[in-house]
């Protein structure tokens, strides 16, 4: 009896929840109409649905073991009118691995999984409602960053799996935007909710969530926060906060994201340097990267599966060299220290990023 | 061996996503030159035929629409080049879509959205 009063009154709780976010998504929809008319108008070209994504081809060497990865990630991108947008985005990976006794790289079938279908609705300036399955915005990784063809350094970080769900997305709704606050500073934020979903591979965990961050455009200064509060299991709050700089001086970026969960907590910190400025052999040196990655896992009270088991510390040092726009050659190595025994990862790669218009695209300018 | 014939097709499938790279780029350098060469030649003729009036609305435009290209560049490399590096131009057509993409992933701003297309586009 009582734990049947207990699960009503979850329910109702998160029952609660998912009415004001749906009365704040038909708030920005009711607003819309007027705000959006000049923009409408002004957005002059007609969009082409298309095909873009990535191709890789990945070599890890993880404590010795060679394990070759060849992924490709398309992605499909239709807008509907002048507000709307359908996008979907696939991945089809394999691991192959040299089986002691057989000669050659060996794996399972082919991994097929659609990480994100949602349909975007772009209400007004300020706001755009998501509907669907959709990448869980938490820190920047996962959402902004996780393409083969983005990645400065091909492995995840090991904070990756705190805050975004089993399968990396969400399903439910979503509200987001960007504006300028003043001329000094944008203002991003993104509000969504997330039902409990346990199909393989589609599943996710029923969460409701915020992430903000300020842009200084001047600066070239990023910063923000996300939070998240499980509605399921053990109902506890997950926090983190994210950073990108790029000084305007310098051809440098540098990334970093603080995760904290009841299972674990951790941070990254990546720079990477474009030896642009180098005054000798310019051609080669404006298309290569330097590129290095420190991060820190802490355990938490809860186990995971998806994260270390024990208190792990990772150092990584790669190089890019990017061939032309969207191929690029990618190597690194990296050495983890963790109480489980100490390892080296290398990783050797090549990733090419392809956009194909599905119709009369006109001329490039 | 189904493996093998598995792996064999993902790599002829690299090679030829490589080569359609490398074709593209040839291609983009090719009409890169040629538009330079058509736009000194436009510019000697259309020298000679202008009027003063007509010329000064012409250089306060001309101006107007650099100002707003050089804003659509800045606005261009400030946001695209956070998350990933700034691409090559595309059709218009193509932009637009990126950009709305881009409008929803990146959480660009309305006003950045427009500058870039039109700096990406012109």
Redesign the interface.
Known sequence: MGWSVKRTRTFLTSATRLRALLGFAAIALLLAPGAYAQTASEEYVKPVPLLQGSAGFITNFEGGQPDLHPIVTPVVLLPIGQRWLFETRATFENDLVAVPGRPGFHGGPVEKEVEYAQLDFLANPYVTVTIGRFLTPFGIFNERLYPAWIRNLQSDPLVLPIGIGPSNASTGGMVRGGFKANRQLNINYAAYFSALSTTSPVDSDRFAGLRTGIFVPKARLELGGSFQHLLQQERSNLFGFHAIWQPAPLPLDIRGEYARSKRGSGYWVEPAYKLSQFPFLQNEMRRTQLVARYQQFFTGDLPSDSLPSVNTKQFEFGVNYYFMDGLRATTNYGRQFSSAGNLNVWTLGLTYRFVVPLGPAGRVP | MK??W??IG??G??AC??R???AQ?HE?SD?GSSAVATAASSTATSNASHASASAQALRSSASEERAARLEGEK?FR?NC?????P????????????L??M??????????M?LI?RY???
């Not at chain 2, 080049?81 to 590096?85: A, E, F, P």
């Not at chain 2, 691409?87 to 990126?98: E, I, L, Q, S, Y």
């Open positions: 493996r093998k598995l792996m993902s790599l499938v690299m996503l490589i359609t790279a490398i780029e983009r009409k606005r400030t080049g956070r998350c990933h590096q691409p090559h131009k595309f059709p218009p057509r193509v932009m637009a879509t990126a709305r993409h409008r929803v992933r990146a959480m660009l701003t309305d006003e950045d427009r297309l990406m586009t012109q």
